[in-house]
């Protein structure tokens, strides 16, 4: 079992820079891949970016490619995304999810254990 929490959302101008963190409990962190996935209001959610259980292989979806960063530290059970560059489409609630996969993947259906999310608000 992993529980998830993630933070570090706000509210920011478009061109700014955010760094969202998801902690996680359990001491077989280091076995999951992790990815972020956001849903923004009246759309579906989609993922944004994964990383293996090594950190090793990453994903992002092409609308954040050069300006999302995923990362993870198997020491802090955390993974990371920072955000830059960010556009009023960005805005959404962002969510960390694990599951215990080989690879990388940005299927939800792959993921087992969900964050409650962490909004991001990006004004113009």
């Known amino acids: 079992q992993v529980q998830l929490v993630e933070s570090g959302g706000g509210l920011v101008q478009a061109g700014g820079s955010l760094r969202l963190s998801c902690a996680a409990s359990?001491?077989?962190?280091?076995?999951?891949?992790m990815g972020w996935f956001r849903q923004a209001p009246g759309k579906e959610r989609e993922s944004v970016a994964a990383?293996?259980?090594?950190?090793?292989?990453?994903y992002y979806t092409d609308s954040v490619k050069g300006r999302f960063t995923i990362s993870r530290d198997n020491v802090k059970n955390t993974v990371y995304l920072e955000l830059n560059s960010l556009a009023p489409e960005d805005t959404a609630v962002y969510y960390c999810?694990?599951?215990?996969?080989?690879?990388?993947?940005?299927?939800?259906?792959?993921?087992?254990?969900w964050g409650q999310g962490t909004q991001v608000t990006v004004s113009s």
């Open positions: 999810a694990a599951g215990y996969f080989m690879g990388v993947t940005n299927d939800r259906e792959k993921y087992d254990f």
């Open positions: 990383i293996t259980w090594s950190g090793r292989s990453t």
């Open positions: 359990g001491r077989t962190f280091r076995r999951y891949g």
